[in-house]
């Protein structure tokens, strides 16, 4: 089942979130048309009179690398989406002018006299952090705009770290479903990246151990604990750790060193979990936080998998019972608006052209475009497809269609769907279904629900099969 359908009234005030199969209706009857295409808004054209809506929350699950969204209406979840951060990439641009600002201080130049007075200002994001609260921030804001929402649920911490550094719970209540244990083994699952700790075994049931025995004084802290597999926590026992793992220098160093290192993620949504909860209540008046534990809770009482929406869907007090209305979230990939720099440089940081880059207006990279191709191209086969911009040329374009690069030397052939906003829009495999001749020509909800009956006869298909 495909997200819901956003829609707006005459003058653009947000309505109830409707059907595929409503939004359809109203489409082909022609008493709607798209305002936007993702996320996919339609809009009435005769005014409805003093409409009542339901009230409607936005969950938020913001990690390090992705960031769950969901609309809850009650108990029903009707639309999700997982935005996938470019922290990453910003990082290492900024790590390489970096690099070419030292090598020009370095070099025999003109002496600059130091600047001073270069304190931060309070409140401080590096760019790749304050990136994560900007675009979680862009989208709360288009969700409020398309949707009558009451409040907003998210996940301030991942775990309760006062309560893990002084637990309450002892020996077998460990092993216990509680949730208190559920904050406890999410976090270890993290720091020692789901694998027993001394022989490396994945895909099996883990088992929380003491690294220093508890039996010789060692203390119930987080920092004490790990995981084995049932095998090594066996074979360990109450032995010193130094004892067990005489034979194996390496392990023993490696075990030792992990334990004192932050969680690299963990530490990434720290810094942003206040920035983003205060710029929440900027926007609305409502804004609960919840703990990751109780998200995980949640989700596994009621045997759903693990996903970053599904996560965000499973938040709080309201996502112990959750009826989930949709199964094929909107993937959002962040790309950001292009290479800021004027002129590329080579490995020492000088231009590496004589000339500034063409700058183009009929098109830019990151257009969302359907093209049509009339014969058979390399790799890619005669027919409609829906692809984005890799690169502006003079006169047309260069998109991407399945990974290979198709040149058109004039717009003809190229209809835009989409204005490039900085984001990549997917429906899991939906991609690979409007890329296909056979499904080309008809409107983005008709194409997701045949991809999701498409899935549904694979599945019938392979349990044929068994």
Known sequence: MPNYVFLLNTDKTPLDLIHPARARELQSKGKAKV??????VLILQERVQNPVTKLYSIKIDPGSKFTGFALQCGQDIVWRMELQHRGETIKAGMEQRAGFRRGRRSRNLRYRKKRLDRRKPEGWLAPSIRHRVLTVETWI?????HCPVECIEMEQVRFDIQKLQHPEINGIEYQQGTLFGYEVREYLLQKWERKCAYCGTENVPLEIEHIYPKSKGGSDRVSN????????NQAKGDRDIRDFLLQKPSTLERILKQVKQPLKDAAAVNATRYAIVRMAKGLCDSVKCWTGGRTKYNRCSQGLEKAHSIDAACIGESGQSINLRTHQPLLVTCKGHGNRQARRVNASGFPAVKRAKD???HVSAGDIVKVSIDKDRKKVKAGIYTARVKTPNKNGCEVLINGNRISFSTMKNVHFVYRNDGYGYVFSDCEILLNTPKYSKISLPDAITANYQAVLAR?????GAK
Do not use: D, N
């Open 459 to 463: 599945l019938s298909a392979l349990e």
């Open 359 to 361: 700058v183009f207006h």
């Open 225 to 232: 604990l790990t995981l084995a597999c049932h095998a090594c």
């Open 141 to 145: 804001k288009r969700l409020i705009r």
């Open 35 to 40: 305002f936007r295409q993702y996320p996919y």
